[in-house]
């Protein structure tokens, strides 16, 4: 059983940045690919941002690209987002994700999480 904890959410204004952390623990952190989703009310959790198990293949959403940044370090089991130029529309709660799939592109289906971590808010106020 994989646990996942996430850190570093809270209240920004457009423009500015971000960085999540999502430590994790009873399990092979290097074993599973890694993932940010996000969530707002109303509406289906979405896939943010992807990373292989050795960090080497990333994937991103089209609304993120040039903007976030995923990152892993296997050595300390922790997988972390950069999120600059924050928008209002960036406003949701993240979610840190593992999952076994081998493709990171697999990770873009939220059924193929095998954890979840607990989600932490992002606010962006314009």
């Known amino acids: 059983q994989v646990q996942l904890v996430e850190s570093g959410g809270g209240l920004v204004q457009a423009g500015d940045s971000l960085r999540l952390s999502c430590a994790a623990s009873?399990?092979?952190?290097?074993?599973?690919?890694m993932g940010w989703f996000r969530q707002v009310p109303g509406k289906e959790r979405e896939v943010v941002v992807a990373?292989?198990?050795?960090?080497?293949?990333?994937f991103y959403a089209d609304s993120v690209k040039g903007r976030f940044t995923i990152s892993r370090d296997n050595a300390k089991n922790t997988v972390y987002l950069q999120m600059n130029s924050l928008k209002p529309e960036d406003t949701a709660v993240y979610y840190c994700?593992?999952?076994?799939?081998?493709?990171?592109?697999?990770?873009?289906?939220?059924?193929?999480?095998?954890?979840w971590g607990q989600g932490t808010q992002v606010t962006v106020s314009s």
């Open positions: 009873g399990g092979t952190f290097s074993s599973y690919a």
């Open positions: 990373i292989s198990r050795s960090g080497g293949t990333t």
């Open positions: 994700a593992a999952s076994t799939v081998v493709s990171v592109r697999g990770l873009v289906n939220p059924n193929r999480v095998n954890y």
